[in-house]
């Protein structure tokens, strides 16, 4: 997958980072089995690390289980310490130990430096999710960079995503607006 249609102002992104600013990287979504060349996420998080960013955390939510010792030699060694691999699907409930939304609030500030992606296959659960953010005051001061695979009626992409998604491209235009609304940086995955 290419990602290079996406832009990033990584000197405004800098300017922003303190001494003592935690990165974050929190993959929603995160199967490293993809059916083309290097996972995208992978690509991404190069693409920060390229511009200076090395994520302190990097947690990654997969509910299909998977070889931990396979992931573990796929990724590259610098991120292990800092690899943190949830083989669990994320919950809805904020009170929930795998809501990953909780986390960032309760383990995080808005000095830190947050990049949140959200591809989990279940348009439901993305959406129950994104909701979440956009009603969450304490979400709109932490995430800094938010990337979402909106499930939507596309004709190119009908294939992948089968016929159980709903929404149009008119739908995910004003979604991402309105989390802009909220300052969030939110960027379409595909």
Known sequence: MN????????KTLCSKLSRTSRTVFVDLGASLVFH?????TLSLIKL???????FDHIYAYELTQGNVTELYDSLPAEWLSSY???NAG????PSSALNP???LIKSF????????????????????LVKQILETPALHSLID???FEHHVRLEELRGPWGATVRGSVSDSLLLFQKLRMKGIPAHFWV
Request: charged share 25%.
């Open 84 to 86: 943190h691999w949830i």
């Open 101 to 103: 939304l909780s986390l």
């Open 145 to 147: 960079q938010f990337y």
């Open 36 to 40: 083309t060349g290097e996972p995208p």
């Open 90 to 93: 994320v919950e809805l409930d």
């Open 109 to 128: 500030r808005p000095e830190d430096f947050i990049v949140l992606k959200l591809d989990v296959d279940n348009p439901e659960i993305e959406l129950s």
């Open 3 to 10: 990602t290079e249609y996406l832009v990033h102002d990584f």
């Open 48 to 54: 920060y690390q390229k511009f200076g960013f090395y």
